[in-house]
Protein backbone atom coordinates (compact mmCIF):
# COMPACT_ATOMS: atom_id res chain seq x y z
CA UNK A 1 0.00 0.00 0.00
CA UNK A 2 2.83 2.57 1.14
CA UNK A 3 4.46 1.76 -2.92
CA UNK A 4 0.75 2.79 -4.44
CA UNK A 5 0.62 5.84 -2.10
CA UNK A 6 4.29 7.16 -3.25
CA UNK A 7 3.60 6.38 -6.69
CA UNK A 8 0.26 8.53 -6.65
CA UNK A 9 1.62 11.30 -4.67
CA UNK A 10 4.56 11.35 -7.34
CA UNK A 11 2.18 11.05 -10.55
CA UNK A 12 0.05 13.68 -8.50
CA UNK A 13 2.40 16.23 -8.62
CA UNK A 14 4.03 15.57 -12.01
CA UNK A 15 0.43 16.40 -13.10
CA UNK A 16 -0.84 18.86 -11.37
CA UNK A 17 2.70 21.37 -11.60
CA UNK A 18 1.83 24.63 -13.73
CA UNK A 19 -1.91 23.09 -14.64
CA UNK A 20 0.04 21.54 -17.93
CA UNK A 21 -1.65 18.17 -19.14
CA UNK A 22 1.38 15.64 -19.21
CA UNK A 23 1.87 13.89 -22.61
CA UNK A 24 1.76 10.32 -21.27
CA UNK A 25 -2.08 10.44 -19.83
CA UNK A 26 -4.62 8.30 -21.29
CA UNK A 27 -7.43 10.23 -23.86
CA UNK A 28 -10.31 8.73 -22.36
CA UNK A 29 -11.76 7.74 -18.80
CA UNK A 30 -14.23 5.05 -17.87
CA UNK A 31 -15.97 6.19 -15.18
CA UNK A 32 -18.33 4.81 -12.53
CA UNK A 33 -21.73 6.29 -10.88
CA UNK A 34 -25.48 6.16 -9.94
CA UNK A 35 -27.03 7.30 -13.08
CA UNK A 36 -29.72 9.58 -12.92
CA UNK A 37 -29.80 13.26 -11.39
CA UNK A 38 -26.86 12.46 -9.47
CA UNK A 39 -24.85 11.66 -12.20
CA UNK A 40 -26.23 14.24 -14.42
CA UNK A 41 -24.82 16.98 -12.23
CA UNK A 42 -21.45 15.45 -11.67
CA UNK A 43 -21.54 15.68 -15.83
CA UNK A 44 -22.94 19.28 -15.68
CA UNK A 45 -19.85 20.18 -13.02
CA UNK A 46 -16.74 18.48 -13.80
CA UNK A 47 -16.86 15.88 -17.11
CA UNK A 48 -18.72 18.66 -19.45
CA UNK A 49 -15.97 21.19 -18.56
CA UNK A 50 -13.06 19.20 -17.90
CA UNK A 51 -13.49 17.60 -21.41
CA UNK A 52 -14.26 20.71 -22.91
CA UNK A 53 -10.80 22.37 -21.64
CA UNK A 54 -8.86 19.27 -22.59
CA UNK A 55 -10.28 16.73 -25.24
CA UNK A 56 -11.05 13.89 -22.96
CA UNK A 57 -14.12 11.53 -23.67
CA UNK A 58 -15.84 9.70 -20.84
CA UNK A 59 -17.52 6.70 -20.21
CA UNK A 60 -19.95 6.90 -17.59
CA UNK A 61 -21.29 3.39 -16.18
CA UNK A 62 -23.80 3.22 -13.87
CA UNK A 63 -22.62 0.21 -11.49
CA UNK A 64 -21.98 2.36 -8.17
CA UNK A 65 -24.44 0.29 -6.15
CA UNK A 66 -22.43 -3.03 -7.32
CA UNK A 67 -18.91 -1.55 -6.59
CA UNK A 68 -17.29 -3.86 -4.58
CA UNK A 69 -18.42 -7.17 -5.90
CA UNK A 70 -17.38 -5.49 -9.23
CA UNK A 71 -14.06 -4.51 -8.41
CA UNK A 72 -13.17 -7.82 -6.68
CA UNK A 73 -14.24 -9.29 -9.51
CA UNK A 74 -11.93 -7.75 -12.24
CA UNK A 75 -9.02 -7.86 -9.19
CA UNK A 76 -9.21 -11.46 -9.79
CA UNK A 77 -9.35 -11.55 -13.56
CA UNK A 78 -6.54 -8.93 -13.59
CA UNK A 79 -8.48 -6.72 -15.88
CA UNK A 80 -9.91 -3.42 -13.94
CA UNK A 81 -11.65 -1.58 -16.60
CA UNK A 82 -12.53 1.25 -14.09
CA UNK A 83 -10.62 4.50 -13.99
CA UNK A 84 -12.67 6.36 -11.03
CA UNK A 85 -15.77 4.88 -9.28
CA UNK A 86 -18.12 7.02 -6.98
CA UNK A 87 -19.29 5.19 -4.06
CA UNK A 88 -21.18 5.52 -0.44
CA UNK A 89 -18.73 5.73 2.57
CA UNK A 90 -18.96 2.34 3.76
CA UNK A 91 -18.09 0.62 0.37
CA UNK A 92 -15.34 2.93 0.66
CA UNK A 93 -13.98 1.48 3.86
CA UNK A 94 -14.27 -2.00 2.23
CA UNK A 95 -12.57 -0.94 -0.82
CA UNK A 96 -10.05 0.75 0.99
CA UNK A 97 -8.92 -2.23 3.50
CA UNK A 98 -9.17 -4.88 0.76
CA UNK A 99 -6.21 -2.89 -0.85
CA UNK A 100 -8.74 -2.54 -3.95
CA UNK A 101 -8.75 1.31 -3.74
CA UNK A 102 -5.63 3.45 -3.32
CA UNK A 103 -4.24 5.51 -0.38
CA UNK A 104 -4.37 9.00 -1.06
CA UNK A 105 -2.44 12.09 0.82
CA UNK A 106 -5.47 14.69 0.27
CA UNK A 107 -3.15 17.73 0.62
CA UNK A 108 -0.91 16.64 -1.74
CA UNK A 109 -3.08 15.47 -4.42
CA UNK A 110 -6.16 17.94 -4.36
CA UNK A 111 -6.35 21.60 -4.84
CA UNK A 112 -6.38 24.35 -1.72
CA UNK A 113 -9.90 26.08 -1.14
CA UNK A 114 -10.32 29.10 -2.71
CA UNK A 115 -10.40 30.58 0.63
CA UNK A 116 -6.62 29.45 1.05
CA UNK A 117 -7.37 26.22 3.48
CA UNK A 118 -5.30 23.26 2.99
CA UNK A 119 -7.69 20.47 1.27
CA UNK A 120 -7.49 18.43 4.65
CA UNK A 121 -9.13 21.39 6.59
CA UNK A 122 -11.04 22.14 3.98
CA UNK A 123 -12.64 19.05 3.35
CA UNK A 124 -12.83 18.24 7.43
CA UNK A 125 -14.92 15.19 8.80
CA UNK A 126 -16.06 14.06 5.09
CA UNK A 127 -11.85 12.62 5.09
CA UNK A 128 -13.37 9.55 6.43
CA UNK A 129 -10.74 7.39 5.77
CA UNK A 130 -6.90 7.39 3.37
CA UNK A 131 -8.95 5.94 0.34
CA UNK A 132 -12.00 8.23 -0.34
CA UNK A 133 -12.30 11.70 -2.06
CA UNK A 134 -15.06 13.47 -0.61
CA UNK A 135 -18.06 15.07 -2.94
CA UNK A 136 -21.14 15.53 -1.38
CA UNK A 137 -23.39 15.53 1.73
CA UNK A 138 -26.31 13.42 0.85
CA UNK A 139 -29.53 11.27 2.57
CA UNK A 140 -31.59 8.31 1.76
CA UNK A 141 -34.79 9.73 2.99
CA UNK A 142 -38.79 9.26 1.64
CA UNK A 143 -40.66 10.67 -0.37
CA UNK A 144 -44.80 10.32 -0.69
CA UNK A 145 -47.59 11.29 -3.37
CA UNK A 146 -49.68 14.07 -2.02
CA UNK A 147 -52.85 13.05 -3.70
CA UNK A 148 -53.78 9.60 -2.24
CA UNK A 149 -57.02 9.57 -1.28
CA UNK A 150 -57.41 6.68 0.73
CA UNK A 151 -55.56 8.66 3.05
CA UNK A 152 -58.48 11.02 3.98
CA UNK A 153 -56.36 14.27 4.17
CA UNK A 154 -53.85 12.72 6.28
CA UNK A 155 -49.92 13.70 5.72
CA UNK A 156 -47.44 11.23 6.86
CA UNK A 157 -44.82 13.56 9.28
CA UNK A 158 -42.71 10.67 10.84
CA UNK A 159 -40.54 7.69 9.48
CA UNK A 160 -43.18 5.55 11.09
CA UNK A 161 -45.94 6.19 8.54
CA UNK A 162 -43.81 3.86 6.46
CA UNK A 163 -44.94 0.77 8.90
CA UNK A 164 -48.51 2.13 9.03
CA UNK A 165 -50.31 0.54 6.62
CA UNK A 166 -53.65 1.21 8.36
CA UNK A 167 -53.87 5.22 8.13
CA UNK A 168 -51.38 5.30 4.82
CA UNK A 169 -52.10 1.99 3.02
CA UNK A 170 -51.16 1.46 -0.28
CA UNK A 171 -47.56 0.25 -1.52
CA UNK A 172 -43.85 1.12 -0.23
CA UNK A 173 -40.70 0.83 -2.12
CA UNK A 174 -37.97 0.04 -0.23
CA UNK A 175 -33.92 0.04 -1.47
CA UNK A 176 -33.03 -4.42 -1.85
CA UNK A 177 -29.98 -3.57 0.68
CA UNK A 178 -30.32 -3.68 4.95
CA UNK A 179 -28.57 -1.17 5.26
CA UNK A 180 -31.02 2.26 6.71
CA UNK A 181 -33.92 -0.56 6.74
CA UNK A 182 -32.75 -2.18 10.02
CA UNK A 183 -32.31 1.27 11.17
CA UNK A 184 -35.42 2.42 10.37
CA UNK A 185 -37.05 -0.77 11.15
CA UNK A 186 -35.84 -0.84 14.59
CA UNK A 187 -36.64 2.89 15.12
CA UNK A 188 -39.81 2.58 14.53
CA UNK A 189 -39.93 -0.72 16.94
CA UNK A 190 -39.22 1.76 19.90
CA UNK A 191 -35.67 1.01 19.27
CA UNK A 192 -33.38 4.51 20.97
CA UNK A 193 -31.17 6.16 18.40
CA UNK A 194 -28.12 6.31 20.52
CA UNK A 195 -28.63 1.75 21.19
CA UNK A 196 -29.44 0.94 17.29
CA UNK A 197 -25.82 -0.71 16.52
CA UNK A 198 -26.04 -2.32 19.92
CA UNK A 199 -29.17 -4.31 19.07
CA UNK A 200 -27.97 -4.48 15.67
CA UNK A 201 -24.58 -6.64 17.02
CA UNK A 202 -26.99 -9.59 17.98
CA UNK A 203 -28.77 -12.08 15.78
CA UNK A 204 -32.12 -11.05 17.81
CA UNK A 205 -31.86 -7.55 17.03
CA UNK A 206 -31.16 -8.34 13.69
CA UNK A 207 -34.13 -10.58 13.70
CA UNK A 208 -36.13 -7.97 15.67
CA UNK A 209 -35.72 -5.12 12.34
CA UNK A 210 -36.85 -7.94 10.16
CA UNK A 211 -39.83 -9.06 12.05
CA UNK A 212 -41.00 -4.90 11.69
CA UNK A 213 -39.77 -4.88 8.02
CA UNK A 214 -42.00 -8.13 8.10
CA UNK A 215 -44.93 -5.87 8.45
CA UNK A 216 -45.22 -4.19 5.10
CA UNK A 217 -42.76 -6.82 3.31
CA UNK A 218 -45.95 -7.83 1.01
CA UNK A 219 -46.65 -4.28 0.11
CA UNK A 220 -43.27 -3.09 -0.55
CA UNK A 221 -41.58 -3.11 -3.90
CA UNK A 222 -37.84 -3.28 -3.48
CA UNK A 223 -35.50 -1.62 -5.22
CA UNK A 224 -31.63 -1.64 -6.78
CA UNK A 225 -30.89 1.92 -8.38
CA UNK A 226 -32.07 5.01 -7.22
CA UNK A 227 -33.76 6.30 -10.13
CA UNK A 228 -36.62 3.44 -9.53
CA UNK A 229 -38.72 4.99 -6.53
CA UNK A 230 -38.57 8.46 -8.17
CA UNK A 231 -40.15 6.71 -11.63
CA UNK A 232 -42.55 4.35 -9.23
CA UNK A 233 -43.96 7.33 -7.44
CA UNK A 234 -45.06 9.38 -10.75
CA UNK A 235 -46.45 6.47 -12.29
CA UNK A 236 -48.74 5.89 -9.00
CA UNK A 237 -47.10 2.65 -8.50
CA UNK A 238 -46.21 3.02 -4.77
CA UNK A 239 -47.72 5.74 -2.69
CA UNK A 240 -44.32 6.63 -0.35
CA UNK A 241 -40.42 5.22 -0.78
CA UNK A 242 -37.01 5.65 0.03
CA UNK A 243 -34.43 6.90 -2.09
CA UNK A 244 -31.66 9.58 -2.38
CA UNK A 245 -32.98 13.01 -1.67
CA UNK A 246 -31.41 14.58 -5.11
CA UNK A 247 -33.89 11.71 -6.54
CA UNK A 248 -36.74 13.28 -4.77
CA UNK A 249 -35.61 17.48 -5.93
CA UNK A 250 -35.78 16.11 -9.28
CA UNK A 251 -39.33 14.81 -9.54
CA UNK A 252 -40.90 17.37 -7.30
CA UNK A 253 -39.15 20.64 -8.72
CA UNK A 254 -38.23 19.40 -12.32
CA UNK A 255 -40.98 16.72 -13.04
CA UNK A 256 -43.64 18.98 -10.81
CA UNK A 257 -45.44 15.53 -9.49
CA UNK A 258 -47.37 15.56 -6.93
CA UNK A 259 -44.65 14.21 -4.15
CA UNK A 260 -43.41 15.73 -1.30
CA UNK A 261 -40.25 15.04 1.35
CA UNK A 262 -40.56 13.37 4.36
CA UNK A 263 -37.12 14.27 6.18
CA UNK A 264 -37.92 12.37 9.53
CA UNK A 265 -35.14 10.08 10.47
CA UNK A 266 -33.29 10.99 6.88
CA UNK A 267 -29.69 9.26 7.00
CA UNK A 268 -26.79 11.12 6.17
CA UNK A 269 -23.69 9.62 3.78
CA UNK A 270 -21.05 11.00 2.37
CA UNK A 271 -20.48 10.07 -1.58
CA UNK A 272 -17.24 10.54 -2.69
CA UNK A 273 -14.53 8.95 -5.22
CA UNK A 274 -12.07 5.83 -4.83
CA UNK A 275 -9.54 5.28 -7.42
CA UNK A 276 -8.68 1.53 -8.17
CA UNK A 277 -5.31 0.19 -7.05
CA UNK A 278 -2.52 -0.27 -9.75
CA UNK A 279 -4.01 1.32 -12.63
CA UNK A 280 -1.89 2.23 -15.48
CA UNK A 281 0.42 4.78 -15.46
CA UNK A 282 -1.10 6.99 -18.12
CA UNK A 283 -4.69 6.48 -16.71
CA UNK A 284 -3.77 7.19 -13.00
CA UNK A 285 -2.26 10.40 -14.43
CA UNK A 286 -5.13 11.49 -16.18
CA UNK A 287 -7.52 10.30 -13.15
CA UNK A 288 -5.35 12.92 -10.29
CA UNK A 289 -5.72 15.52 -13.13
CA UNK A 290 -9.26 14.92 -13.35
CA UNK A 291 -9.94 14.54 -9.59
CA UNK A 292 -8.02 17.87 -8.87
CA UNK A 293 -10.25 19.82 -10.84
CA UNK A 294 -13.29 17.99 -10.10
CA UNK A 295 -13.25 18.40 -6.48
CA UNK A 296 -11.83 21.74 -6.66
CA UNK A 297 -13.95 24.67 -4.47
CA UNK A 298 -15.59 25.70 -7.34
CA UNK A 299 -16.80 22.00 -8.76
CA UNK A 300 -18.16 21.13 -5.81
CA UNK A 301 -20.21 24.30 -5.77
CA UNK A 302 -20.88 24.37 -9.31
CA UNK A 303 -22.73 20.60 -8.92
CA UNK A 304 -25.16 21.93 -5.73
CA UNK A 305 -26.71 24.24 -9.17
CA UNK A 306 -28.09 21.04 -10.18
CA UNK A 307 -29.09 18.70 -7.02
CA UNK A 308 -30.05 19.28 -3.97
CA UNK A 309 -26.17 17.41 -2.37
CA UNK A 310 -24.70 19.67 0.07
CA UNK A 311 -20.65 19.88 -1.43
CA UNK A 312 -18.20 18.47 0.92
CA UNK A 313 -15.64 21.34 1.32
CA UNK A 314 -16.51 23.93 3.60
CA UNK A 315 -14.97 26.72 0.95
CA UNK A 316 -17.91 25.79 -1.31
CA UNK A 317 -20.76 26.39 0.85
CA UNK A 318 -20.94 30.14 -0.07
CA UNK A 319 -20.76 29.82 -3.86
CA UNK A 320 -24.30 27.96 -3.45
CA UNK A 321 -27.11 29.82 -4.27
CA UNK A 322 -29.71 29.00 -6.83
CA UNK A 323 -30.57 25.93 -9.31
CA UNK A 324 -28.38 26.74 -12.72
CA UNK A 325 -31.86 25.83 -14.64
CA UNK A 326 -34.80 26.37 -12.18
CA UNK A 327 -33.71 29.38 -10.74
CA UNK A 328 -35.07 28.66 -6.98
CA UNK A 329 -32.99 28.89 -3.98
CA UNK A 330 -31.32 25.63 -2.88
CA UNK A 331 -30.75 26.11 0.51
CA UNK A 332 -34.42 24.59 1.60
CA UNK A 333 -34.00 21.61 -0.26
CA UNK A 334 -30.52 20.33 1.11
CA UNK A 335 -30.19 17.84 4.06
CA UNK A 336 -28.36 19.46 5.92
CA UNK A 337 -30.42 22.43 6.03
CA UNK A 338 -31.57 22.53 10.00
CA UNK A 339 -35.58 22.19 9.02
CA UNK A 340 -34.78 18.91 7.86
CA UNK A 341 -32.61 17.38 10.28
CA UNK A 342 -34.64 17.82 13.69
CA UNK A 343 -34.72 13.73 13.31
CA UNK A 344 -31.34 12.30 11.85
CA UNK A 345 -29.28 9.25 11.70
CA UNK A 346 -25.44 9.47 10.23
CA UNK A 347 -24.63 5.83 8.35
CA UNK A 348 -21.88 4.18 11.12
CA UNK A 349 -19.30 4.06 8.43
CA UNK A 350 -16.95 1.12 9.92
CA UNK A 351 -20.02 -0.92 11.44
CA UNK A 352 -21.21 -1.28 8.15
CA UNK A 353 -18.05 -2.28 6.27
CA UNK A 354 -17.42 -4.63 9.10
CA UNK A 355 -20.97 -6.28 8.82
CA UNK A 356 -22.53 -5.68 5.57
CA UNK A 357 -21.57 -9.11 4.12
CA UNK A 358 -23.06 -10.65 6.71
CA UNK A 359 -26.20 -8.96 7.03
CA UNK A 360 -26.61 -8.46 2.71
CA UNK A 361 -26.65 -12.50 3.32
CA UNK A 362 -29.17 -12.89 6.18
CA UNK A 363 -31.37 -9.82 3.91
CA UNK A 364 -31.18 -11.74 0.95
CA UNK A 365 -32.37 -15.16 2.75
CA UNK A 366 -35.02 -13.50 4.68
CA UNK A 367 -36.35 -11.53 1.22
CA UNK A 368 -36.41 -15.44 -0.40
CA UNK A 369 -38.86 -16.80 2.49
Not at 134 to 146: A, E, K, L, W
Not at 297 to 302: F, G, K, P, V
Request: aromatic content about 10%; overall charge negative; proline content about 5%.
Amino acid sequence: MKLRKILMTTGAACVAASGAIAQDMANSMTVVSWGGAYQNSQQKAYSEPYAAANGVSFVWDESSNEAVAKLRAMFEAGNVTWDLVDVEGPDSQRLCDEGLAMEVDFDEILAAGDDGSTPSADFGDSLINDCFIPQIVFSTTFGYRTDVAEWEGRTPDSLCAVFDLENFPGKRSLEKRPKKNLEWALLCDGVAKEDLYTVLETPEGVERALAKLDTIKDQTVWWSAGAETPQLLADKEVVMGSTYNGRLFSVIEEQKQPVAMLWDWQVFDFDGWIIPADLPEDRLARVMDFVRFATDTQRLADQAKYISYGPARASSQPLVSTHAELGIEMAPHMPTNPANQQNYLVNNIEWWADNQDDLEERFAAWLAQ
